[in-house]
């Protein structure tokens, strides 16, 4: 853990006063409790914001600055202050030393919730947000001081810079008075990876698909599509004419980046077949919601084709699945570092691979406690997503009827879950004064289930195990050879692939567990209000390793058994109520691809009884005032009534 260096008293906005003034609207307007330890946190936020506009312009420019004060200890809070001092700040200096700062944060409802504390605290519109809901000009963001952005834009703009397309990126580190001198990223990026896969039956789908006379039109795409399906059929053969090999088997294909000639640029290929009918020439019908879904999937084959061709790239099987994966940095190297502020940067991996670039800050100790939270742990197997999207109609009413046995009425219940999951999460109505879903992916930062005093972990969010951990070892240490896919040695690890899985699902699940009122300190020595947390983990090594992450993140935890059976051998029905399923239906076909999707399939993944349907959901669905259709039209669903054998669908474009 590096040790960052001195500050310097140059720095546009002084700790001390920093410090001082974070205190006071710590205590005065959020009515917490303020300590010497929580001070040392915002002396460090500051010192190290000042540390990276002094080093602008410099060789350490390029130094990525990880703060990690711990959740609940005020990083957004103190962020938001900052730029408001900041600009301040520039009130009183001449024009060539105003310094202008990018924030970046996860999501578009978080960017508003940002600028809007960032101007209150300033008491001028010094702030705005740039994102698809706003209207801002370029002018006005040229203007503005403090320009907030989400995670996307952010990447979306730096992979621009790569492939020469510089307006993007120059949006938003160029204003009025020069470049922005500070960067600050709120939560770690997700995306910084940038990743590229095609597998052997969507490239054979992607030939059969297209028509003869656009293939004509392109032929040299066409050619990369060719050669991309000989590869596999090559190393098809060479798997089976070795049945010795393990189901799962990876190796390099080739090495180093390839000089992919223009004329394989998938981009005028892709144009062309954008508007194509795929549903008349592919199905011989009449239906838009099928002619997107293949039309996204060809586009979807192009794009990646052209990503792996033009990089390194390795085969990997598993069965009868077969790809070709690459993967790189998103953010160029060139590029100035930010400052990240991570709460789970000691467990999250990807900051030691990438520590050449980063300088991880030793948090100040001491400025949370969670004595006044209890894990109840329970041990089981088949957690991941695979089998618990399979048994999940089993498992999860046998688990609300637990918890209802083992908590009140009037406790307030978060339960994170897998996405797919979630819509039938949501057809419940425990007894409980609040209950609400989450799902792995789409929770990290949030502050929605702040005043909920139980979370419960419905298993764990696994990434897939034969490409996610070399995809992101080679984005940051490199393209490697086949010898380290066969023995991945890493530094003090045998098995780095095993480490990075580990520490991926630590990281989740401390971000999961904090989304309830642990997050918020109640008093001097950083406790929160008593809170329960229920969590399923595996047996052995790997959860024993998941645990200890979990206690040394959140220390002072108290672990207790839970005993759960989650998959008993003889087990009576479990009786819980059911509430609306409106939102469970909404969420289905949020995450449902493109096409039509009958009422009995929608019926049946969300255990809708048939005079349910008749009475509360047929009479929704036929009216285009309701709510329920409303929302289901902001996501491109329509309903399409229908007798006999087809029946009723919900059509999603």
Not at 2 to 27: C, L, T, Y
Not at 300 to 311: D, F, S
Not at 519 to 532: E, F, H, L, W
Request: glycine share 6%; aromatic share 8%.
């Amino acid at each position: 853990m590096a040790a960052p260096e001195p500050f310097s008293e140059s720095a546009p906005v002084s700790s001390i006063a920093f410090v001082d003034r974070m205190e006071k609207h710590w205590v005065e307007t959020l009515g917490n409790a303020s300590s010497e330890k929580l001070r040392a946190i915002w002396r460090q936020l500051a010192e190290a914001f000042g540390q990276a506009i002094v080093a602008h312009g410099t060789d350490d420019q390029r130094t990525w600055r990880v703060l990690q004060p711990p959740t609940g200890t005020g990083k957004t809070q103190g962020l938001c202050l900052y730029a408001a001092m900041l600009a301040e700040g520039n009130r009183r200096v001449a024009d060539g030393d105003k310094t202008g700062m990018l924030v970046v944060t996860r999501l578009i409802d978080q960017c508003n919730e940002v600028v809007e504390s960032i101007n209150g605290h300033a008491g001028a519109m010094v702030a705005v947000a740039k994102h698809s809901e706003t209207t801002v000009t370029a002018d006005e963001v040229a203007a503005s001081e403090i320009l907030v952005v989400t995670h996307q834009a952010y990447v979306n703009a730096a992979i621009g810079l790569g492939k020469d397309r510089a307006d993007k990126w120059s949006a938003l580190i160029e204003w009025n008075y020069g470049r922005r001198k500070l960067t600050v990223i709120d939560e770690a990026l997700a995306n910084m990876v940038e990743e590229y896969q095609i597998t052997s039956s969507a490239i054979s789908q992607a030939l059969g698909h297209i028509p003869e006379p656009v293939k004509k039109a392109f032929p040299d795409p066409i050619l990369c599509l060719r050669e991309a399906d000989e590869i596999f059929q090559k190393m098809s053969e060479s798997v089976a004419a070795k049945p010795d090999l393990p189901m799962t088997m990876t190796r390099m294909v080739w090495k180093g980046t390839m000089a992919m000639p223009s004329e394989y640029s998938m981009e005028g290929l892709r144009s062309a077949l954008w508007n194509h009918p795929y549903d008349q020439t592919v199905l011989q019908e009449n239906s838009l919601a099928t002619r997107h879904r293949f039309r996204d999937k060809v586009d979807e084959t192009l794009q990646g084709l052209e990503g792996v061709m033009a990089n390194w790239a390795y085969y990997a099987s598993k069965g009868d699945h077969h790809t070709l994966n690459c993967a790189k940095l998103a953010i160029p190297d060139s590029l100035p570092g930010p400052v990240v502020l991570d709460a789970t940067a000691t467990q999250n991996f990807l900051w030691e691979l990438f520590s050449h670039k980063a300088q991880v800050y030793a948090v100040p100790g001491g400025a949370r406690a969670y004595e006044n939270v209890t894990l109840h742990v329970a041990r089981c197997k088949g957690i991941g997503k695979t089998k618990m999207q399979e048994l999940h109609q089993k498992r999860l009413p046998r688990l609300l009827a637990d918890l209802e046995v083992r908590l009140g009425q009037d406790r307030r219940i978060f339960l994170c879950c897998h996405k797919k999951v979630a819509p039938y999460a949501k057809t419940f109505e425990p007894k409980f004064a609040e209950y609400s879903v989450g799902y792995w992916g789409a929770i990290d930062g949030r502050n929605d289930w702040k005043d909920c005093d139980v979370v419960v972990l419905f298993g764990l969010s696994y990434r897939d195990q034969l490409t996610w951990a070399n995809n992101a070892f080679m984005a940051f240490q490199g393209r490697q050879e086949d010898d380290w896919i066969q023995n991945p040695v890493f530094k003090k690890y045998d098995d780095v692939r095993i480490e990075m899985q580990q520490r991926q699902i630590a990281v989740s699940v401390i971000q999961a567990l904090n989304r309830v009122q642990c997050r918020k300190v109640i008093d001097g020595t950083g406790n929160c209000a008593p809170t329960d947390a229920f969590i399923l983990l595996p047996k052995g090594t790997s959860g024993d390793n998941i645990l200890a992450s979990i206690q040394a993140d959140m220390p002072g935890i108290r672990v207790v058994p839970w005993d759960f059976d989650l998959d008993p051998e003889t087990a009576k029905e479990s009786a819980v109520r059911r509430g609306s399923s409106h939102e469970a239906i909404i969420d289905l076909m949020g995450i449902k691809e493109p096409g039509e999707h009958s009422v009995g399939d929608i019926r049946q993944a969300l255990e809708i009884s048939y005079d349910k349907w008749r009475e509360s959901v047929a009479p929704a669905l036929r009216d285009p005032g309701h709510a329920l259709t409303k929302a289901l039209a902001d996501i491109n669903v329509s309903y399409l009534p229908g007798r006999g054998r087809g029946g009723s669908k919900l059509v999603k474009l």
